[in-house]
């Protein structure tokens, strides 16, 4: 081995402690910024539901009633006018 990789390792082995409480921490970190952002994925998909549920909830309580107003003289007549060709 070279000495630059004896005094890496060198100080590798002084500083072990150290570099592997870092790694545990980053590693812990990650892991609570991935569950973070899983709950706050949880959160917004169950408000989003609750959401939807209230809104059709809400439309189904309304009582609306659409009425429509159809001129059925013109249909008379073509039928009505229909009948007259046919018999003659």
Do not use: H, P
Not at 62 to 78: F, L, P, S
């Amino acid at each position: 081995m070279s000495q630059k990789k004896v005094d890496k390792y060198k100080e590798y082995k002084k500083n072990k402690s150290q570099i592997l409480k870092r790694e545990k921490m980053v590693k812990r970190l990650e892991f609570g910024m991935i569950g973070v952002i899983c709950a706050l994925f949880l959160a917004w998909f169950v408000v989003s539901i609750g959401m939807n549920i209230n809104r059709v909830d809400k439309a189904e309580t309304e009582d609306t009633v659409v009425t429509t107003e159809v001129d059925m003289n013109a249909y008379g007549e073509y039928i009505s006018a229909l009948k007259t060709a046919y018999t003659e």
